[in-house]
Every structure is written in C-alpha cells, then in structure tokens.
C-alpha cells in the first residue's frame, strides 16, 4: 500500500506540472480580459493564425465530449460511465491521428499538432491506468489534461471573428479546475480558481449579455454564488454545467 501511495504521489505531480504552464497562461489571459475585447483576443487562446478557418473537425468535437463525460464520471466515480467514455476518447483520438494537414491548413504549427497528438496517447494510457485501479483523484486529473489537448487540437479551427469562444472556454477551464480541487481537497486552488473566474466572468460580462439568453446569464451567476458560499461537488458541477450551456447559446 506505501508503494501505490508514493505511486500514487508521483502520478498526482506529474498532473500539476502537465498544468501548471497552462494555467499560467490563463492568467495571463484573464488579467488581459481587463483591456476589454482587443486585448483579450491577443490572449493566449487566440487562434495561431486562424487563416481561412473551417469548421471543427467531428474527431475533435467527439473527443472534447468523450473527455467532458470522463470527467464528469471521474469526478463521481461512476467507473461504468468512465470506462465507456474512455473508450469514446480513444476512438476519437484515433481519428484525430489523421488531421495534421487540416490542421495545418487552419493555420496551427505542425509542432503544436504533434505535441498534442503524442501527450494525448500518453494521457489515455495513463487515464486507462488510472481506471484500472478506481482512482478517481488520478482519473479526473488525466481527464482534465485531455479535455486540454482537445482544445488545443481545436485552436486553430476557431473563427478569429468569435471574440466571446476563448473567454468561455476559459470559463470552462477554471470551472475543472475548481471541480478538482475540490476533489483533491485543495482549499486554496479553489479559492484562486473561483477568484480567476470571477474575474473573468465580470469583465465578460457587457460583451456577452446582448447575443446571449438573459435567462442562462442568471443561472450561471446563481451557479457561481452557490459555488462561492457553498463549496461542494454538486456547486462544481452545477456552475460547469452552466458553462457548457452558455457555450451552446454563443
């Protein structure tokens, strides 16, 4: 048991050091979100150079939805759930294989195409691992990491035009990281998360409320004051799903 502990132990590094860059540049994004609409597009999650960008390729939408339901089970540890939806991952990630010239094509860098492809194959080996031995703390780290590559093989498909579609997906982004810290435990990543998002969701706010239901507007500002006051997985998973559902309205 004190080997799989320090197993254990090293696998959970590993995840916070697969994120730690990345959240580092959402920082840089959310502090950039201040500057209003021109100075968030210049964020980090702006598109490489979104040229004569097409639609998303179905492997990619398919993978992100594969990986959002692992997360969700991982969170919950429905391990029936997580072993279907990671079997969803894998063959969504076997079809993406195939995508580096439209990625290219879309304007992404080859580089950027194969480090998300190669991290991709290790995440699913190790989110196979992780479900072998029902460890939800491990699973909903490795799910997170390939939500992650999702977006990345996502970027450069994104219209430069949709100013909003970086700001949610950013949203989108802290609202896992408050759902896992709140699984690890972790009081003060939560708290930084949430203040992160917070941020964010103010300065979002004027540009999106004309083009999106006033109705979804108030849910996710319920969500965020129950996950404010009231921290729990429930109050994670509610605020995120108000997230995803603002993402379908824009």
């Known amino acids: 048991m004190s080997a799989y502990r320090q197993d254990l132990t090293g696998h ?7 994120t730690a ?7 840089r994004l959310i502090a950039a979100a201040s500057l209003g609409p021109v100075g968030i597009m210049a964020g980090t999650l702006a598109p490489l150079r979104a040229r ?5 390729p179905s492997s990619v939408r398919d993978l992100d939805a594969a990986a959002l339901v692992l997360f969700d089970a991982a969170a919950s540890a429905r391990w029936v759930q997580a072993r279907a939806a990671l079997a969803r991952a894998r063959t969504a990630a076997t079809a993406a294989a195939s995508l580096g010239g439209p990625f290219t094509e879309a304007g992404g860098a ?8 190669n991290g991709l194959s290790g995440d ?5 691992l992780a479900l072998s031995v029902k460890d939800h703390r491990w699973l909903i780290g490795v799910a997170e990491r390939i939500v992650t590559r999702a977006g990345e093989l996502a970027q450069p498909f994104a219209e430069r035009s949709d100013k909003l579609t970086p700001q949610i997906e950013t949203l989108l982004f802290l609202a ?5 810290a709140l699984v690890w435990h972790d009081s003060i990543g939560y708290q930084g998360a949430r203040g992160d998002f917070g941020s964010l969701w103010q ?5 999106l409320a004309p083009s999106v239901p006033a109705g979804r507007i108030q849910a996710l500002d319920q969500a965020l004051q129950g996950a404010t006051h009231s921290p729990s997985p429930s109050a994670g998973k509610r605020l995120d799903e108000a997230v995803r559902a603002l993402r379908q309205a824009n």
């Open 12 to 18: 959970c590094a590993r995840a916070e050091a697969a």
């Open 21 to 27: 860059e990345l959240l580092s540049q959402r920082r």
């Open 52 to 56: 004569a960008a097409g639609a998303l």
């Open 110 to 117: 080859l580089h950027r195409y194969f480090e998300a492809r």
């Open 124 to 128: 699913l080996v190790e989110a196979g």
């Open 176 to 180: 896992r990281r408050m759902r896992r």
């Open 203 to 207: 300065a979002m706010l004027p540009e």
